[in-house]
């Protein structure tokens, strides 16, 4: 199944007409009501907001979903379901498994990486459970614990799972490593379906608003893709690397021991937290590399002691509305923190790269002399082969039409950044699911730049297919390898990744 299309920005004001108060926090009764005022100021532009701790409750939540209907259950009686007890682990950690599925005394459970290497085998009771909850997408599957595993001591850094169960990560915090990679945790949770419901399924009238990391995952199949095909090759690759969940980008220690920061795959869900993170990050002199697209896309807590992740998608519904911590579009003017201050694009420059019937299906290269092309080949209009579903697109000083042979321009009187190139180009839908004649011109951007003369280097490739099939999986699959290699190496060798 693939995701859902949505007009994202008209469909915001219909959901508050489906609210049903049906759920709400367990351990603090406060009120649904404006969140408590304070008077330091929220500022704009680079210098982010500053918030006083201890003023919002940033774990709260009312409303659990906006309607009674589910997607069909799950047969556990002929395939096997589970999820682990968190996402990130150390190796040699003990990790809790929950299944369900086809009774057996003696099933026999694979630990595996991404690749599907092999890792360990074990065994373990395994029967048909039921939901211990008719609201798993609040409350978790509550399945009975399978087993506790110790976890080798031997693993690497890395994305394993065991056999039916969600990918999680081994990371090594405390030493140092040449880059971290963040494994896009948040997008699974959004759009897993395990239970009956997603922060988009079984449909918008219905959808939940918050969603357990506590669940066997349904309906990821094809969404996951927009990552395996990066984690195939990169396993492959000789690099000291570090993996890490969404969630950890919320302790700046766990990417402090890191020369590299990369952001992969379809990274749409962030808390202010790990945007404030990731911005002191490249602030210190280091390089991000943004493998993703339509990236920060929404606003999210976390209620950690519930293993919850909250996404109203509408300021209206969420207790903390007009606070900045509101779980709604990040380039809402009330938060005060636009995408494009950390990233340089965002999804309201871009839009649906596969609407169009003149697309391109790519980038059109305008900066053919850039390190990061070295060894491709590509000259200036080529078109890099990279059919994407959502761009992010940099201001332009004047967009162009679908077909238009003129190439844009960023507009940097809008960034105010301290130098900054456009590689490539693509047109795009921008803001309607009702197709070309109705939606609004945008444009894909594939831009490298510094936000200060110290600051570190930020690669935004502004597609959300860079890591899948039908990008460094993909026709031109040899080319994009070549590109994301120049962008590690390069960084890693405090190269410049500027023509000028």
């Known amino acids: 199944m693939t995701p859902p299309t949505i007009n994202r920005r008209a469909f915001l004001g219909s959901l508050s007409a489906f609210l049903v108060l049906v759920g709400c926090k367990k351990a603090d009764p406060k009120p649904a009501t404006a969140p408590p005022t304070t008077t330091t100021p929220i500022t704009n532009g680079n210098a982010n907001p500053v918030i006083p701790p201890k003023v919002y409750d940033q774990s709260l939540y009312t409303t659990t979903e906006l309607g009674p209907n589910l997607i069909n259950g799950t047969d556990f009686s002929s395939t096997?379901?589970?999820?682990?007890?968190?996402?990130?682990?150390?190796?040699?950690?003990?990790?809790?498994?929950?299944?369900?599925?086809?009774?057996?005394?003696?099933?026999?459970?694979?630990?595996?990486?991404?690749?599907?290497?092999?890792?360990?085998?074990?065994?373990?009771?395994?029967?048909?459970?039921?939901?211990?909850?008719?609201?798993?997408?609040?409350?978790?599957?509550?399945?009975?614990?399978?087993?506790?595993?110790?976890?080798?001591?031997?693993?690497?850094?890395?994305?394993?799972?065991?056999r039916g169960t969600n990918y999680f990560v081994i990371s090594d915090n405390d030493n140092y490593h040449d880059i971290t990679i963040v494994y896009p945790t948040n997008t699974d949770n959004a759009y897993n379906y395990g239970g009956g419901k997603s922060i988009y399924d079984p449909a918008l009238p219905d959808r939940a608003t918050v969603s357990s990391f506590a669940r066997y995952q349904d309906g990821l199949l094809n969404r996951k893709d927009f990552t395996s095909s990066f984690f195939f090759w990169m396993m492959t690759q000789n690099y000291d690397a570090n993996y890490i969940t969404d969630a950890d980008l919320d302790d700046y220690k766990n990417i402090e021991k890191t020369k590299v920061l990369m952001i992969v795959g379809h990274s749409e869900y962030w808390t202010r937290a790990a945007r404030e993170n990731v911005d002191k990050f490249v602030a210190s002199g280091?390089?991000?590399?943004?493998?993703?697209?339509?990236?920060?896309?929404?606003?999210?807590?976390?209620?950690?002691?519930?293993?919850?992740?909250?996404?109203?998608?509408?300021?209206?519904?969420?207790?903390?509305?007009?606070?900045?911590?509101?779980?709604?579009?990040?380039?809402?003017?009330?938060?005060?923190?636009?995408?494009?201050?950390?990233i340089g694009a965002d999804f309201a420059g871009g839009g649906y790269g596969n609407k169009l019937e003149n697309r391109q299906d790519g980038y059109k290269i305008v900066n053919d002399k850039s390190p990061l092309f070295e060894g491709t080949g590509l000259k200036n209009g080529d078109i890099l082969s990279i059919p994407t579903i959502e761009y992010d697109g940099a201001p332009v000083v004047k967009m162009i039409s679908p077909g238009s042979k003129t190439i844009p321009v960023i507009d940097n009187t809008k960034l105010n950044f301290h130098q900054i190139e456009l590689l490539g180009y693509d047109f795009a839908a921008n803001g309607s699911d009702a197709g070309p004649n109705v939606a609004s011109k945008g444009l894909g951007t594939f831009i490298v730049f510094k936000k200060t003369p110290t600051s570190g280097t930020v690669v935004n490739v502004a597609t959300t297919d860079w890591c899948n099939k039908r990008g460094i999986g993909g026709k031109d699959k040899e080319k994009v390898r070549q590109i994301t290699k120049n962008m590690i190496d390069k960084s890693l060798s405090d190269q410049t990744l500027f023509v000028s």
């Open 80 to 162: 096997l379901y589970g999820y682990t007890d968190k996402l990130a682990y150390k190796r040699g950690d003990m990790l809790g498994l929950y299944y369900s599925g086809p009774a057996n005394p003696k099933q026999v459970i694979t630990l595996s990486d991404f690749n599907g290497k092999i890792m360990g085998y074990y065994s373990a009771p395994v029967s048909v459970q039921k939901m211990k909850t008719n609201k798993p997408w609040l409350d978790g599957c509550k399945f009975d614990k399978t087993a506790d595993i110790k976890l080798p001591d031997n693993l690497k850094p890395g994305v394993y799972r065991f």
């Open 286 to 342: 280091r390089n991000m590399l943004v493998l993703s697209g339509n990236t920060m896309y929404w606003q999210v807590r976390y209620n950690k002691p519930e293993n919850l992740m909250i996404c109203y998608k509408d300021n209206n519904l969420d207790p903390l509305k007009d606070s900045p911590y509101s779980t709604t579009l990040w380039d809402s003017p009330f938060l005060k923190y636009p995408i494009i201050n950390s």
